[in-house]
């Protein structure tokens, strides 16, 4: 397994704003992914980090509404840009040591969008 | 694409009552399967895993999937379930050889009652 930390835990947001989350990985791994819970929903994958190159978005998401970073194998944020109360969800990071492993979740930034 | 369905959205059951959450997916190749579990207040756990090899697998704190190829099904079992069982349980799906796309059913939660 691995031991992941999220920052902030939660935040309560103005429309328009922005807001990064970062995501901290106790050791490297190949992959890492950020997702989206909304409430009473599931969770949907929004893009897989790339450690040095862009990121690879899933379809319904886009760069310049979740930019990504990835600069190393242990770390990536993941911003919200533009906010409006639809983007009220709990967004989380999830690694993976290889291609073919399992995923493990980090704890899950709440946000509010007011 | 692969796709997710949970059949029960909210179970409730008494201690020491068995406990059978459906799962079925759709995808067309060979597919990794997960039951992950959210338990109040704390962040999405793998409870097990299926790559290859036994249908059933057996996971932590007493709980087993079978995988049952003909009928894209990996249901989650316990014979009997306790009162901190209490939680959130996905089933996730992904294809073989690759960590990503990690695509989640909508989650069943379980109520287990004293």
């Known amino acids: 397994s691995a031991v992941i930390s999220q920052k902030p835990s939660r935040d309560i947001c103005q429309r328009g704003t922005s807001l990064t989350i970062q995501c901290q990985v106790d050791s490297q791994v190949t992959m890492m992914f950020w997702y989206r819970q909304q409430p009473g929903q599931s969770l949907t994958l929004i893009a897989t980090?790339?450690?040095?190159?862009?990121?690879?978005?899933e379809s319904g998401f886009v760069i310049d509404k979740f930019p990504i970073s990835r600069p190393n194998l242990t770390f990536s944020t993941l911003t919200v840009s533009n906010m409006s109360p639809e983007d009220s969800s709990i967004y989380l990071c999830s690694v993976a040591r290889t291609q073919n492993n399992e995923q493990f979740f980090g704890p899950g930034t709440r946000l509010t969008v007011l | 694409a692969q796709s997710v369905s949970q059949h029960n959205h909210h179970v409730i059951l008494s201690e020491a009552a068995s406990l059978e959450l459906g799962c079925n997916y759709s995808?067309?190749?060979?597919?990794?399967l997960f039951w992950y579990v959210q338990y109040p207040g704390q962040h999405l756990q793998l409870l097990l895993k299926y790559f290859s090899g036994d249908p059933l697998v057996k996971g932590i704190k007493g709980f087993e999937a079978e995988f049952i190829k003909s009928k894209f099904s990996f249901n989650l079992r316990k014979p009997s379930v306790q009162w901190s069982d209490t939680a959130e349980y996905f089933c996730?799906?992904?294809?073989?050889?690759?960590?990503?796309?990690?695509?989640f059913g909508t989650g069943t939660r379980l109520q287990v009652t004293l």
């Open positions: 995808y067309g190749g060979t597919v990794n």
């Open positions: 980090a790339n450690q040095g190159s862009e990121a690879t978005y």
């Open positions: 996730a799906v992904t294809p073989t050889g690759t960590a990503s796309k990690l695509t």
